[in-house]
């Protein structure tokens, strides 16, 4: 069976030296060698566990994460008949290799089955001082011609903001706003948009670093869906669209349809050649 996969890079920081490194987390929780003790429960339907590490060269590792399933399974079916699955629990998978060295994660995108956000709960679950900041790896050259040029238009939208963290500084009152208002509606979803309209002119020059902040405003769920802007560089107008700008990796992977442990090869093979070729 051949199945398309998005694999998705991120920078990781601590804000300071007293939180353990993202990797000496990881290690330790694999120490546990009854994988089942790994297991986190983040939400009423959202159990997760780490179940691969290993080194991948002196500044890497490679890995999986596993949403477990053990409520409304499906059924299997017999020919023509329909009956109870026997599994206990299904296992959903997610891979991951993080350069450590360089401060760089890539990971499967598929937030159906484990996003980001809820792995760095889960790591907050095995060490209640790992606390990380993650911003999506951008183009560098759309990003320059962001910070570069005049900015006449900005647009984002924001998907379960009410879970965003802080921006901090003079964008503290964006932050909470934004997670109020969700709060407030129950929206899923929010979008802004900051215009000059048909005034002339140009947003204030702050509008670069909101959106630089933005792209580190990951919570448990949240994620920035839409970041354009409209700029202006030696006279001439150009949308740019950030968020696609983002590295990203798209293939096509030839998976088996039984074998999780083929599939675990296949998939962490190819995101540590390409991740190697185009990061480190």
């Known amino acids: ?3 398309s996969f998005t694999f998705r890079f991120y920078n990781v920081s601590r804000d300071n030296a007293a939180k353990p490194p993202m990797v000496d987390v990881l290690r330790a929780a694999a120490k546990e060698k009854d994988r089942q003790k790994r297991e986190q429960k983040l939400a009423e339907d959202l159990t997760i566990r780490l179940e ?3 080194n991948d060269g002196p500044d890497a590792v490679i890995g999986e994460f596993l949403r477990c399933q053990d409520t409304n399974l499906p059924s299997e079916l017999d020919g023509a008949q ?9 296992a959903h998978s997610v891979v991951f290799r993080l350069n450590h060295k360089l401060g760089v994660i890539g990971i499967q995108h598929d937030p159906r089955i484990v996003s980001l956000g809820r792995i760095l709960e889960c790591l907050h679950t095995y060490d209640a001082r790992a606390f990380y900041e993650v911003a999506p790896r951008l183009d560098p050259k ?15 939208r924001i998907a379960s903001p009410d879970s965003m963290n802080d921006l901090g500084g003079g964008d503290s009152a964006a932050s909470t706003g ?6 407030a509606y129950d929206a899923p979803s929010i979008g802004i948009e900051l215009s000059m309209g048909h005034r002339k002119g140009f947003l204030s020059e702050a509008v670069t670093d909101f959106a630089d902040k933005l792209t ?11 970041l354009t802007a409209v700029t202006v560089v030696n006279d001439t107008s150009e949308e740019l669209d950030l968020i696609e700008e983002r ?16 599939n675990y090869k296949v998939k962490i093979g190819y995101l540590s050649k390409e991740m190697k070729r185009i990061i480190g």
């Open 142 to 156: 759309a990003w320059q011609k962001f910070k570069k040029g005049s900015v006449r238009k900005l647009s984002l």
């Open 1 to 3: 069976m051949e199945k």
């Open 247 to 262: 590295q990203v990796l798209r293939d096509t992977l030839a998976i088996d349809d039984r074998d999780p442990i083929k």
């Open 82 to 90: 329909r009956k109870s699955l026997t599994a206990k629990k299904l």
């Open 52 to 54: 691969e590490l290993q």
């Open 178 to 183: 934004i997670r109020t208002i969700a709060k």
């Open 216 to 226: 580190k405003a990951l919570g448990p769920t949240a994620r920035l869906d839409k």
